[in-house]
C-alpha cells in the first residue's frame, strides 16, 4: 500500500481508461490524488466522469497537458508520488501521425521528468507497454527480452522509458517502470480487439470483423493491472527497474473472439478485414507476459490468472458493456 498523508499522488492520463481505474483504487487506499486530464473546451473529465460521485468529491482534477513545462511544474507541485499513464496510445494513428506521438510520448515524458526533478518526489512510475518487445523472440518474455518497435507508437515508448530510466541515472529521481501487457477491462476504448468484439456483438452482429486472427496476446484484467500500478509504487525494490504485469497467459484473437461469442451465447462468423491489419513487418505476432520478476521482487501476481480467470474477467466486461447506460458513452453506441 502506498504511504497516505506524505504529499498528493499525482496520476497523468487520469481521464484515460487505465488512469480512471487507478485513481479509484488510490482513492478506495485514502490517497490525496490529483488527477490530470487533458484540457478541453468542454470541461469534460474523460472517464473520471463515471466513476461514483464520492470518488469525484475526493479528487483535485487539474486540467492541462503533459508538453506544458509550466502546467507541469504546477501539477507536481506537492507531490510525493507520480503515476505517468499520459500518452498518445492508439497503434493505427501513430503511423499515420507520428510526430504527435514524438511529440506526446517522449517529449511529454520529458516535460514531467524535469518537473519530477525539480520538486524532489520519492517515486515516479512510468507506464511502459508490451508493444516494446515486438513479437516474441522467446517466451514467456521476460524483462531482458529485446526491444524491437514495430510501430511509431512502440518506438516512442521505448524513448519515453529510456529517458525515464536515464533520469533515475543520471540524477537519482527515484524511478521505476511498469510494464503492462493487454489490459482489459470496463471503459476501455472500442479501438482495442475485446472491446470492438464485444460492442459487435452487443449490436446484433452475427459477423464479426477483426483484424488478424492468429497474432496472441497476453490479456491482463484492468483490476490486476491496477495493483501492479500500486505494488510498484509501493515496493522501494522497484526503483530503477523495469517490472512486466500480465496474466501469463496468451491466446489467440481469434480464439478470444470465440470465446467471447460463447460468453454471450452466439454463434458468429469471425472474418479478417484488410483494412484493419497493420503494414507488412509491424504485425506483432505474440505477446506472452513473464512475470516472475514482479513476483519475486514487489510481491505481486495476477488475481485472474489463466484461461478461467479470462473467463471470469471477460465476463464483468461483457456486462458492464451490455448496459446501455454505458454504450451511450461512446460515440455512435451500440444498442443491446
Not at 522509458?161 to 493487454?182: C, E, K, S
Request: proline share 5%; aromatic share 8%.
Amino acid at each position: 500500500m502506498i504511504e497516505v498523508g506524505r504529499g498528493k499522488v499525482l496520476v497523468t492520463g487520469a481521464d484515460g481508461f487505465i488512469g480512471s481505474h487507478l485513481v479509484e483504487a488510490l482513492v478506495a487506499e485514502g490517497a490525496a490524488v490529483r488527477a490530470l486530464v487533458q484540457y478541453n473546451s468542454f470541461g469534460h473529465w474523460g472517464w473520471l466522469d463515471a466513476v461514483p460521485e464520492a470518488t469525484r468529491r475526493a479528487l483535485e482534477v487539474v486540467a492541462g497537458d503533459v508538453r506544458d513545462r509550466g502546467c507541469m511544474r504546477e501539477a507536481v507541485a506537492g507531490c510525493s508520488v507520480i503515476f505517468h499513464l499520459a500518452a498518445l496510445i492508439a497503434i493505427p494513428y501513430s503511423y499515420r501521425a507520428a510526430e504527435s506521438y514524438l511529440d506526446t510520448n517522449i517529449r511529454g515524458t520529458l516535460t514531467l521528468l524535469e518537473a519530477a526533478r525539480e520538486s524532489g518526489v520519492t517515486k515516479f512510475v512510468q507506464t511502459s507497454t508490451s508493444e516494446v518487445y515486438g513479437s516474441a523472440r522467446r517466451v514467456p518474455i521476460d524483462e531482458e527480452h529485446p526491444l524491437q518497435a514495430q510501430s511509431p507508437y512502440a518506438a516512442s515508448k521505448i524513448a519515453a522509458d529510456q529517458m525515464a530510466l536515464a533520469f533515475h541515472r543520471a540524477f537519482g529521481l527515484p524511478v521505476a517502470v511498469i510494464r503492462p501487457f493487454n489490459t482489459y477491462g470496463p471503459r476501455q476504448s472500442t479501438r482495442a480487439v475485446i472491446p470492438t468484439i464485444i460492442t459487435q456483438l452487443a449490436a446484433g452482429a452475427r459477423r464479426l470483423s477483426l483484424g488478424a486472427l492468429t497474432p496472441t496476446r497476453d490479456f491482463s484484467f484492468v483490476a490486476d493491472t491496477v495493483s501492479g500500478f500500486l505494488a510498484v509504487a509501493a515496493h522501494p525494490g522497484s526503483v530503477g527497474e523495469v517490472i512486466n504485469i500480465g496474466s501469463g497467459f496468451e491466446i489467440t484473437i481469434g480464439d478470444t473472439a470465440r470465446l467471447i461469442a460463447g460468453i454471450i451465447g452466439r454463434e458468429v462468423e469471425i472474418v479478417s478485414e484488410a483494412e484493419r491489419l497493420r503494414p507488412p513487418d509491424s504485425e506483432v505476432e505474440r505477446l506472452y507476459a513473464g512475470v516472475d520478476k514482479a513476483a519475486r521482487l514487489i510481491g505481486w501476481r495476477p488475481r485472474v490468472p489463466g484461461l478461467e480467470g479470462f473467463r471470469r474477467g471477460l465476463g464483468h466486461t461483457i456486462d458492464w458493456f451490455k448496459d446501455p447506460a454505458n454504450l451511450a458513452r461512446y460515440r455512435g453506441g451500440y444498442q443491446v
